[in-house]
């Protein structure tokens, strides 16, 4: 018997742009984004921009960079800044938090359920006020969805909650919203309404909205203009970008798709538990299973076909829209096997 | 009434140098010690080396500079060090561990009780392994005692068990020992017996040993060639620095005599006890009152002539060789007032 | 009468993708190059290396980042590098090179024409070894072609003596080879002539070779492993890149081509000549004029619909695959006017 | 015969506290300068900034530290700063200008003479400004005197037209003044009048002034407010330092008697000469002499009991509070020999 092609769902940034979009790469309108700026990479950011509810945004080539260059603006030596347990920034950027934004990272447990902060924890977080000689907190990393939590959402309000104690408390914000299109989709309401009050927001292209490559930073004018200049300097000033914004410009036609992964995902969770496994019910477009060894799963996985990633000590599934129903269906019965 | 002048307890940092170390320091042979190296300089690491075990050792102006030189030796971008909820280096040294080392840390529970790590928690962090991508753990950074849990003791046999843990995992092992000599005091053991098996150490003499200014830190031949120059570096270089040495071979001829302060702390403990407040007793110098609102019982406490500081959200009094058995009586006179 | 389009001679990073490389961007097969690896991002990569004459390569988004990584790689705290006057990581890439890599650089001078060094002069700069507390010179960055000298060349027995007199005095070398493949034309040698004795390599697929995004950083299997990490941590590690890979690929049938764009850049210095401005003759397609004054002679530039950028206190004009011989007569004319 | 002990012209960082000095050190009020001030620091601290004039000051353990802190504050991310050719901070200080502070330097020459600058080169360096993906320049460095343009001095009304053109393009300026003092005392001026404009200044006590540790920065209450914990952070905060600020008012009360140095500076220059060397005649206490192989010479000189150093190329001989007019003819009769 021939091996069948593995069913990839270790994250939704393996989604490959379609036709159309690339399509719209090879017909967009294109110039030198560092010297007068690419009229599509122009296009795409003030669209961000208007989703965002923010003044401004630009292009990044990766959700990375984007949170790097706001982390690099908001933070100085002898800053501390807060951020939920497992937050990507804390696991998942190498450090630049810490290296190159020079910030000393504070954990915030999920006191309010799976990747969910408390307010009052941030209040206090930020009242906590010393001599000179004192690490200073001055910024809030929020993450919605939060991954490594299982794709949870933070609601509108709840979201209001912990912005509002930050800036009682002196605090800016930063919103990791690599996959803020699934909690605006997920809760029905607009992206903008997650956004409110933050500083700054980092949004992807190319996970669920399936660009090959980009994410965009938003925020005010002048942090933009100076993000501008920050991503030059970390070698993210590319040329002729258009080509790559053509494909989020598609991209961003797709945010109501997203709904489609969730109910995948709801779908892959309750298959999953019939088969006995521990999982909790997703909110957007990832499974997390906790498991025995995480290790010697993923590989028994691999073996039956079926591709995932471990993340916080569980067994990682993302939906997106390069597997379809009868994917999970082929999953579900590879792993049934 | 006149006002009687405060007895301070914030910390052993106040301890001031007395007649026979100033003379010390009257008389000292001093050189230029970034030339061609200062006698005295050179007798004080000689011995600080002699007693933690190591094969070489190198003044510091502060235990921060010490702290600080270790981890920018061992820890490169992309690299997590794990550490102690609470400990000096992540939240009393503004940040270097993160903006100048270039770690992100990574908190570890006080698993195994107040400042006490479990090794089963160091040997799955440091298991911790993942692609090209993903942070390195490579340095377990110990803390003895452990301020901010109390001044806690690690035992010998608990720390070969830490040290074991990060070793089998690949870490390296730093040990802020800025009470190292009190750790040794309280358990009867040389100093040496609280360093086995670890790369580096940084040990204090400006605290319970009474020095003006000064720490060392200690490892190997080839560590203190580095650190030398990293020193130089951060501007820690001082030219006839035997006048601060010779202070600190004074110091270190005092580590017995620590255990004074210790009883002096067990006896301030006892007596707030009596007076109703909720403290551990202390294996240490250092005592931890848990209060309703610490910034209201230091003002009071201040108003009293009992100075204090705040300390991971308790109220912290340091006993010293500054302060006697009859202070300590008057402390908790002016206190029971 | 109605306004011209200018014609753009501000640099060879203005070309636009044509319709052939935008279907081959359109027909890219693509993979996650985080994650496994996108097969035609390979393919470029294995082709680069070969071109080069290294063993592995690495593709990224800008030649900016590429610069940076190398020398991120090679230089650590208290490190010298060494860089013509007017280097491009010195001059145009935001100080990463003392920022980011912690370089402290050294000018080497124009001893041997404009935009070359002197092999002495490296070997004098190499020789400089001084006490621990002491700066050490540990890289050479070469630039060929010198885009603020006007494009020169390094021809391969120059840049032979460069390597040679870096290796003896102990250094590694970096080239920036933004612009290698113009070298390479112009002197009818194959790319891999002018990597010899390197450690690591940058080039531009982006400039004269006109893909929309990209250039590559080459060197050793154990650097790009390393350059790779590197790339993630900068935020560079991108998706579905095998879209810009396949320009790439395009963009390397098109070394050929850039002899036409030498030639013109001859053309209109001489053309520049018989109008009476003081220009000398290019090696490459980079022509710089000395005028009196540079701003407002850029303004007039402009206003006649011409555009031209600053270099070094002269005038640039960069010919490049998007002008052709017509449009530099246009622009003669148009200066003659 | 039994040799002779050398005599010690490397530096006058090698001047050794005398019993004065070493009577105020032990008789010194202390207190701990982290928490509430040390009062000798205090009473240093104020008579360094009314001898520069300017409103605060901050004493450090070296003047590595001090000028690393100034540029830390003053510079940022992708900024420029100008310093003469051979400048201390370029050459000196492992680099904390570029990896530490983040500057990339750039080098003016000695256009005015060796050490000296000249304003319309500071002007035409300030003037440069480009687009947002430009380096800014933001930061001049004066030094006075000049150590190795052989402590040659700026006098008061060249310091005022350097300042004003530095100021009128936008930029701040900082005087590394390791000897300030010596400038004053050879053109009979007050210090203060050679800080004029500048926005901040670096002095050391322990060169001629013969004070064993310790460097003062000094400006606005703002910077040094900023500057106390910058120092924290760089591990320079240290505790009883009312020790060492002991010695340095002992050694302010010595500024007068740098004049001698000079003297003795001269008296060498011209022996020297008579001997057959290339040798400037010094404006302070430094005397460079210009030989044809500077390592060979200064073995030599050693084998000869004379100490000297190289620097920028050349011997250096530095004359200071320990070496006498009757060593130096000694030094002279042992060169002769
Ligand atoms: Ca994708
Ligand atoms: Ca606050
Ligand atoms: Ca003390
Ligand atoms: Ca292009
Ligand atoms: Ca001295
Ligand atoms: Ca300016």
Request: proline share 5%; aromatic share 4%.
């Amino acid at each position: 018997m021939t091996k069948l092609p593995p069913i990839d769902l270790r994250s939704d940034t393996v989604t490959r742009p379609d036709k159309t979009m690339r399509n719209a790469m090879a017909d967009a309108e294109v110039g030198d984004d560092v010297l007068d700026g690419d009229p599509t990479m122009r296009a795409l950011e003030e669209r961000v921009a208007g989703l965002l509810g923010t003044a401004a945004a630009l292009w990044v080539p990766t959700g990375c960079m984007g949170n790097a260059i706001a982390l690099m603006l908001h933070l100085r030596r002898g800053d501390v800044f807060l951020a939920a347990e497992h937050a990507h920034v804390l696991h998942n950027e190498l450090g630049t938090a810490a290296w190159l934004a020079g910030g000393m990272p504070r954990t915030l447990p999920w006191t309010d359920g799976a990747g969910r902060l408390s307010p009052s924890d941030v209040a206090e977080a930020a009242a906590a006020e010393g001599p000179y000689y004192s690490l200073r907190t001055t910024l809030l990393c929020l993450e919605n969805t939060h991954n490594a939590a299982g794709g949870v959402v933070t609601p509108p309000d709840e979201h209001a909650l912990l912005v509002s104690a930050a800036s009682a408390g002196g605090l800016r914000v930063h919103l990791d919203g690599a996959r803020l299109w699934h909690a605006a989709i997920a809760m029905e309401v607009p992206p903008a309404a997650l956004t409110v009050g933050v500083d700054t927001v980092q949004v992807c292209l190319s996970k669920g909205l399936g660009a090959p490559v980009g994410s965009v930073i938003a925020g005010s004018v002048e942090f933009i203009a100076e993000a501008r200049r920050v991503r030059k300097m970390l070698g993210g000033g590319v040329r002729q970008g258009g080509v790559l914004a053509a494909a989020g410009l598609v991209a961003l036609d797709r945010i109501d798709q997203l709904g489609k992964d969730h109910a995948n995902a709801t779908f892959l969770a309750k298959g999953l538990v019939e088969l006995g496994w521990e999982v909790d019910l997703p909110q957007t477009n990832i499974v997390l299973a906790s498991v025995a060894d995480v290790r010697s799963t993923l590989e028994r996985l691999a073996s039956q076909g079926v591709l995932a990633t471990p993340m916080a000590g569980r067994v990682r599934f993302v939906t997106h829209r390069d597997v379809t129903r009868s994917d999970l269906r082929t999953v579900l019965r590879r792993i049934a096997r």
